[in-house]
């Protein structure tokens, strides 16, 4: 009975194992683009893995790379509706020379891997060496290195072919790999003077994605406050209109009072006037009150006219 078990359980052990093996193989990466970016946004390499699993692979997949010791894990993602949408994964201890990252692929979108390797500097000289390790087959590979800022004399193993500046500002280096199979493995060699420590992305300019105009929510512009200052105005206009009226009302009230005083001191004078006493004896017009006329000195008789 014992000898029956423990020979069913080899036999299981021996049908699961070519199974795993051809479910490894049966991964077959439909396109892989490796982008080196050295000295962008700290002083080593930044490797970037963008890549899709062919219509021949059946998902779910699980996915392992390995990674060679030393190098720093920064994301795995795949797109989703123009985004990087972060996957689960796992980063297992180094064995020997190299790490393993496992992750489940679930779509053939593209998914995305970022990891740091280190560089090696003697003064102004840098160099490193990128290895790809050759865990599945690839339909169509192909490597971009990026030229790091203030840097001369780049020199790559194969030779990296110049693109020029690319949209995001940076110039390239690119070489196309065509086919690859499973197990095949790639080393890219550079070298390059770089006289200062200024890092590439530094260099990005923050710019905004869309023009901006008043379509954009939370964006304001001159229109959106035009409503606001033309009612201002009108307020100004209504306070200053208000002001003149008052002022031309006091005016005008003004101006009959003083007219008045003007008509009753005209009208005094008038009456003094015709209440005038003079001087008997010399007939000079004497002052209200006189009593002699200030001429003659003869006495005013106020029943004179």
């Not at 194992?17 to 982008?35: E, S």
């Not at 599945?136 to 290195?145: D, N, P, Q």
């Not at 901006?212 to 606001?228: C, E, R, V």
């Amino acid at each position: 009975m014992r000898k029956s078990v423990f020979l069913l359980l080899v036999l299981s052990i021996l049908l699961a194992t070519p199974f795993a093996v051809r479910a490894q193989a049966d991964v077959t990466f439909d396109k892989l683009q490796v982008q080196l970016w050295p000295d962008y946004d700290q002083a080593s390499v930044l490797v970037i893995y963008d890549f899709s699993v062919s219509a021949e692979t059946t998902l779910p997949a699980e996915i392992s790379l390995r990674l060679l010791k030393g190098s720093q894990l920064l994301a795995v993602a795949k797109e989703e509706n123009g985004a990087l949408v972060n996957l689960q994964n796992q980063l297992l201890e180094p064995e020997g020379e190299f790490n393993s990252l496992s992750f489940s692929v679930a779509d053939r979108s593209i998914h995305h891997v970022e990891f740091y390797i280190p560089y090696t500097r003697q003064g102004n000289s840098r160099s490193f060496s990128f290895r790809w390790t050759g865990d599945y087959a690839v339909k169509t590979a192909s490597v971009r290195l990026q030229e790091p800022i203030d840097a001369t004399d780049i020199k790559t193993d194969p030779v990296l072919s110049p693109i020029g500046k690319q949209p995001d500002g940076f110039v390239y280096y690119a070489r196309d790999l065509n086919s690859l199979s499973s197990g095949q493995g790639i080393v890219i060699n550079v070298s390059y003077l770089k006289p200062t420590d200024t890092l590439s992305a530094s260099s990005l300019d923050i710019q905004s994605t869309q023009p901006l105009d008043q379509n954009i929510p939370g964006q304001s512009t001159y229109l959106s406050y035009l409503p606001w200052a033309l009612g201002g105005l009108g307020v100004v206009l209504l306070l200053i209109a208000g002001w003149v009226y008052l002022a031309s009302g006091r005016a005008g009230r003004a101006i009959p009072r003083s007219r008045k005083r003007h008509v009753s001191a005209a009208s005094e004078v008038s009456g003094d006037d015709e209440k005038q006493i003079h001087c008997a004896q010399c007939g000079k017009r004497t002052q209200p009150g006189d009593r002699f006329c200030r001429a003659c000195g003869a006495r005013i008789r106020r029943g004179d006219g």
